[in-house]
Nanobody
Framework: QVQLVESGGGLVQAGGSLRLSCAAS????????MGWYRQAPGKQRELVAA???????NYADSVKGRFTISRDNAKNTVYLQMNSLKPGDTAVYHC??????????????WGQGTQVTVSS
């Protein structure tokens, strides 16, 4: 029904930057909130940043001032610009979308995840 496809992860040195993208496709009527979560080995998945269809944003304290979330509603795509990366940002980053399907059902979907590794 719906697919979320992430891209942009990789290996970067501390202080560097990466930009993640996540494109949603399928039987989508509208997307309410799109967000990025991350999960490091041995830790719980945590919210990194989220953005509503109107552009309101929310960030984890640990990334404020370094990460910027944005979205292109016409393309059903969300981005995460990550600057001043730290080794502690190393994790698998997952895209999430809270949306309405064409049939009127509200549902929630996850992407498969993209690895971000920051070396010291």
């Amino acid at each position: 029904q719906v697919q979320l496809v992430e891209s942009g992860g990789g290996l970067v040195q501390a202080g560097g930057s990466l930009r993640l993208s996540c494109a949603a496709s399928g039987n989508i009527f509208s997307i309410n909130v799109m967000g990025w979560y991350r999960q490091a080995p041995g830790k719980q998945r945590e919210l990194v940043a989220a953005i509503t269809s109107g552009g309101s944003t929310n960030y984890a304290d640990s990334v404020k001032g370094r990460f910027t979330i944005s979205r292109d509603n016409a393309k059903n795509t969300v981005y995460l610009q990550m600057n001043s990366l730290k080794p502690g940002d190393t994790a698998v980053y997952h895209c999430n979308a809270d949306l309405f399907l064409i049939i009127g059902v509200r549902s929630n979907y996850w992407g498969q995840g993209t690895q971000v590794t920051v070396s010291s």
